[in-house]
Structures are given as structure tokens and as C-alpha cells.
């Protein structure tokens, strides 16, 4: 089986609590689908560089999955149809890490005055 990260952006007027439940479906189905999902990460609301949708900021949520590539598929074809969903970027990688992503890693080094 391929690996895979899968970036996703929701709207922001959905509570994180919404995302991490949207996240959880995603992984049920892709285990449905014969798919292991890793590590998944939230990495909060955050602005976008441009608007989409007329929003100016989104949810951002990280997973990485090993599975086959007509799971993959089907999701992004569910996340199309989703309107909850304003953007998705599925990369196939080499291997997959088991430590924090650089975006969570920068949140947590950077001191907030």
C-alpha cells in the first residue's frame, strides 16, 4: 500500500470540536476502505494566504494514511462534495513520521507575547 499525508481546510465557523469529529469520520472510512490512518494533528484556526470562498481564515487538519489508492480516491471524491470543506492536498510520500509536524513544532517553539 501507497503513504499518503492528506492536509485538509473546513470552514471557520465550525467549532473545533465539529473538525475533530469531521476527522474521525474520515478515519473510520478510510479503515473501512482497508486504509491505516497515523498520526493525525489539528493545527487550528490559521489565516489563509488568500480568501477562499469569501473566508479569510480555516481549520487545518493534518492525517497520514497508508492505503490503497482507490480509498483516497473515494475520499477526495466525498470531500468535493462536502460543504463543510474548502480545500484538500493529498501527497504521496516516502515514508511517514511519527513526530510532530514543522507546523506544530514552530507553534510550539515561538513565545507569544
Not at 16 to 32: C, D, G, N
Not at 53 to 73: E, F, T
Not at 84 to 111: G, I, N, Q
Request: overall charge positive; glycine content about 4%.
Amino acid at each position: 500500500m501507497a503513504l499518503y499525508e492528506h492536509v485538509v481546510i473546513t470552514r471557520p465557523d465550525i467549532s473545533p470540536a465539529q473538525v475533530e469529529t469531521f476527522v474521525e469520520e474520515m478515519s473510520s472510512f478510510l479503515k473501512e476502505k482497508g486504509a491505516t490512518v497515523g498520526r493525525t494533528e489539528y493545527w487550528g484556526l490559521r489565516s489563509l494566504a488568500y480568501p477562499i470562498k469569501k473566508q479569510r481564515k480555516g481549520h487545518y487538519s493534518c492525517i497520514n494514511i497508508d492505503g490503497p489508492p482507490a480509498a483516497i480516491h473515494e475520499l477526495e471524491r466525498r470531500q468535493r462534495i462536502s460543504e463543510d470543506v474548502m480545500r484538500y492536498l493529498t501527497v504521496r510520500v516516502e515514508t511517514l513520521s511519527d513526530e510532530p509536524s514543522v507546523v506544530l513544532s514552530r507553534k510550539e517553539r515561538r513565545p507569544r507575547d
